[in-house]
Nanobody, 121 residues
Framework: QVQLVESGGGLVQAGGSLRLSCAAS????????MGWYRQVPGAPGKQRDL??????????NYADSVKGRFTISRDNAKNKVSLQMNRLKPEDTAVYYC????????????WGQGTQVTVSS
């Protein structure tokens, strides 16, 4: 099992910045990936969409909508991942979920409790 504790989030005006952090504990096997997904509450049928992820080897993946604005980083020694969000837009408003993915024959996902990010126009 993997436990995830998130911090950060909140309310910010458009153009502002926020930083999300997530610490993982438990059965931290490699290779793995840590990242952030987001979901708009109340949107019927809307799944969690990838925002950014970073593997244990350092390779990153970003959603097109956040490239150039968001930066993901991780500290492998502390099993911690951070997401620096700059030039935020109202459409970035969502609940952001930290994800830990154990990469194996069948990938196994673990999720944080979610943190609200609200960007006002």
């Amino acid at each position: 099992q993997v436990q995830l504790v998130e911090s950060g989030g909140g309310l910010v005006q458009a153009g502002g910045s926020l930083r999300l952090s997530c610490a993982a504990s438990g059965s931290i096997f490699k290779p793995n990936a840590m990242g952030w997904y987001r979901q708009v509450p109340g949107a019927p049928g809307k799944q969690r969409d990838l925002v950014a992820s970073i593997k244990s080897d350092g390779s990153t993946n970003y959603a097109d909508s956040v490239k150039g604005r968001f930066t993901i980083s991780r500290d492998n020694a502390k099993n911690k991942v951070s997401l620096q969000m700059n030039r935020l837009k109202p459409e970035d408003t969502a609940v952001y979920y930290c994800n830990f993915r154990r990469i194996f024959i069948i990938d196994q996902d673990y999720w944080g409790q979610g943190t609200q990010v609200t960007v006002s126009s």
